[in-house]
């Protein structure tokens, strides 16, 4: 602007979110290079930790991942409430997003701050896709957490879908057995 501000790096006055994690959270790939290139911080979090890059994992916008950690993006930076772009990927069933995060060099494995791994979330979530893609990507199965393992929670339930996921997981874990 006249005055010298760089109006590229403002933020909203509620959420403190910048130009850039807009256009993350909302999707507008085609924004997202121009903002880099003028200088924005990609790694700029908003007033709850959720960063560009966590934003676009929560709303499973796979491709801008791709652009934000070709960009300098820190694709494993967690939130305030220490949750991950991976675990916020998990909880949401963005299967895809969960893939683009693996290939940027994201952690499968970190947990959160309350001891859960993103596979015990999808399969708390009982979507197949995403324990797929986390599985895919080399998600330890077997890790145990505050609750128990994923397995262990798949044969709480009971219905067709659990005994899916018990299989699968059953499966997995023969084949690589953590």
Known sequence: DPSGKRCIEEVDSVDGGSPLYWAAAS??????????????????????GWTPVYA????????????????????DRPNDSGTTPVCAAAYRGHAEAITSLKAAGANVNTTEINGLTPVYIT??????????????????????T?????????????????QD??????????????
């Open 123 to 144: 399969v708390q979530m009982r979507d197949v896709k995403a324990i797929n893609a986390l599985l895919e990507a080399g998600a330890n199965a077997n890790t145990k």
């Open 27 to 48: 999707g507008h790939l085609h924004f997202i290079e121009p903002l880099i290139r003028a200088g924005t911080d990609v790694n700029k979090a908003d007033n709850y």
């Open 56 to 75: 676009a994992a929560h709303n499973g916008h796979a491709e801008i991942i791709t652009v934000l950690k070709a960009g300098g993006a820190d694709v």
């Open 165 to 178: 996921i018990v299989r699968l997981l059953e499966v997995h874990l023969q084949q690589y057995p953590n």
């Open 146 to 162: 505050p609750h128990g393992t994923p397995l262990e929670l798949a044969k709480q339930g009971t219905a067709q879908r659990d």
